[in-house]
């Protein structure tokens, strides 16, 4: 199984970001996939999460500004990050998770907003 997050960078505030996350060795399409992240001396966090059905679920923080979706035929799952703030930064992870097979996370992706 691997979960491959790309698209982290710097940003200025304001700005736009999108990440993604490829997955292979899963059957994706049965998954509930979600995207969390950690900064520094903080827990990991959840951001935002989709279901196998679409239903999507965001962190207070992230609602209004961030859309998670997914591609079942690419076995993608994408971040669209707006109006970005020096408080997102941190490392963004994605998981896939399973009710009854467990879950998995990709290795992750920095996003740090600065000016």
């Known amino acids: 199984v691997q979960l491959v997050e790309s698209g982290g960078g710097l940003v200025q505030p304001g700005g736009t970001l999108r990440l993604t996350c490829a997955a292979s060795g899963i059957i994706f399409r049965t998954y509930t996939m979600g995207w969390y992240r950690q900064a520094p001396g903080k827990q990991r966090e959840l951001v935002a999460s989709?279901?196998?059905?679409?239903?999507?679920n965001y962190a207070d923080s992230a609602k209004g500004r961030f859309t998670i979706s997914r591609d079942n035929a690419k076995k993608t799952v994408f971040l669209q990050m707006n109006s970005l703030k020096p408080e997102d930064t941190a490392v963004y992870y994605c998981?896939?998770?399973?009710?009854?097979?467990?879950?998995?996370w990709g290795q992750g992706t920095q996003v740090t907003v600065s000016s």
């Open positions: 989709i279901s196998n059905s679409g239903i999507t």
């Open positions: 998981d896939a998770d399973h009710v009854a097979l467990g879950s998995y």
